[in-house]
Nanobody, 121 residues
């Protein structure tokens, strides 16, 4: 069994910063792309950022690029999302996602349970 567990969400004032973390555990052989998604109230889940196992990064659009930074630690099977200059519209449940190959050579798309980020004064 493989799972992702996020942490780091919470309440932050506009203009503040927050770092989300996600740790993968279980019968993992390798992890390919890791990423973050978010779902705001009343909206569909949207992709925020991704990072490959060699460190290449992509960001969804100009609304997060330059403010958010994704990083990973392959040795620890973790991925983080540093969020700066947060805005009320960044309020959402943030989900970690990973493409994982298990020790049984199964390819899985795994999601975390989500962590709530609220940007409000």
């Amino acid at each position: 069994q493989v799972q992702l567990v996020e942490s780091g969400g919470g309440l932050v004032q506009p203009g503040g910063s927050l770092t989300l973390s996600c740790a993968a555990s279980g019968s993992i052989l390798s992890i390919n792309t890791m990423g973050w998604y978010r779902q705001a109230p009343g909206k569909e889940r949207e992709w925020v950022a991704r990072i490959t196992n060699d460190g290449s990064t992509n960001y969804a659009d100009s609304s997060v690029k330059g403010r958010f930074s994704i990083a990973r630690d392959n040795a620890k099977n973790t991925v983080s999302l540093q969020m700066n200059s947060l805005k009320p519209e960044d309020t959402a449940v943030y989900y970690c996602n990973a493409s994982i190959v298990t020790i049984l050579r199964k390819h899985l798309e795994v999601w975390g349970q989500g962590t709530l980020v609220t940007v409000s004064s």
